[in-house]
């Protein structure tokens, strides 16, 4: 099947830094997705993307198909920002398996 | 809109007992699945629906049983808990089409410990 690594595994930055996160995969994708699971547990999609750019306020996310990654962009970063962030991908001959990366803890400290 | 909605959202079984997992959309999507996540491996697939009445496998699909009897729900079965089945489950959906799904939406996971 299709694989999804992701980086950094651990991230740690001061409030108001930036960061990137990266997701690799391994075979063409029809469906990429990033989520951002918070500290109690809760899964939220932040991006569908699986081409091109999109922003959402102080986030942003960029996958270049062909050259099989996608990036997520924290500008600004807060406390709540806090939380493991994971790339999801459907790809590989499938149109309905969702494949998660093992996720990049981020710690943003005050 | 509730969303997704997940019960219970805690449970504790014994080896060998068996249990139903509650999952439950209101936003009239088609798909519908169910993931386990364990610490360091991300979430995985167990199966999944994209209607009434169509189920298939997902990665990690031994000891679990589902049915999608009406579009709203989607139910998990552990028949013979095993402590290898200890984790926290998560359910999702979204609309579908014949080209694949769509956004995922969560739900808040139900945390299970078999003994």
């Known amino acids: 099947g299709i694989q999804v690594e992701q980086s950094p595994p651990d991230l740690i930055l001061q409030e108001g830094a930036n960061s990137t996160l990266r997701c690799n995969f391994s075979?063409?994708?029809?469906?990429l997705q990033w989520f951002h699971q918070n500290p109690w547990g809760q899964l939220i999609n932040l991006f569908y993307i699986p081409s091109g750019t999109k922003q959402n306020g102080r986030l942003s996310a960029t996958t270049v198909a062909t050259e099989r990654y996608s990036l997520l962009y924290i500008s600004s970063s807060q406390t709540t920002d806090s939380g493991v962030y994971f790339c999801?991908?459907?790809?590989?001959?499938?149109?309905?398996?969702?494949?998660f990366g093992k996720g990049t803890l981020l710690t943003v400290n005050p | 809109n509730a969303g997704v909605t997940q019960t219970p959202k805690f449970q504790v079984l014994k080896t060998g007992q068996s249990m139903t997992l509650q999952c439950a959309q209101d936003?009239?999507?088609?798909?519908m699945s169910w993931y386990r996540q364990d610490p360091g491996m991300g979430l995985r697939l167990i199966h999944y629906s994209v209607g009434a009445g169509i189920t298939d496998q997902g990665e990690v699909p031994n000891g679990y049983n589902v049915s999608r009897s009406t579009t709203e729900d989607f139910p998990l079965r552990l028949l013979s808990a095993a402590p290898s089945q200890t984790s926290v489950y998560f359910c999702a959906s979204s609309y579908s089409s014949g080209w694949g799904t769509d956004t995922q939406y969560f739900g808040p996971g139900t945390r299970l410990t078999v003994l």
């Open positions: 075979d063409s994708v029809n469906n």
């Open positions: 999801a991908v459907v790809g590989g001959g499938s149109n309905y398996k969702l494949t």
């Open positions: 936003m009239n999507h088609e798909y």
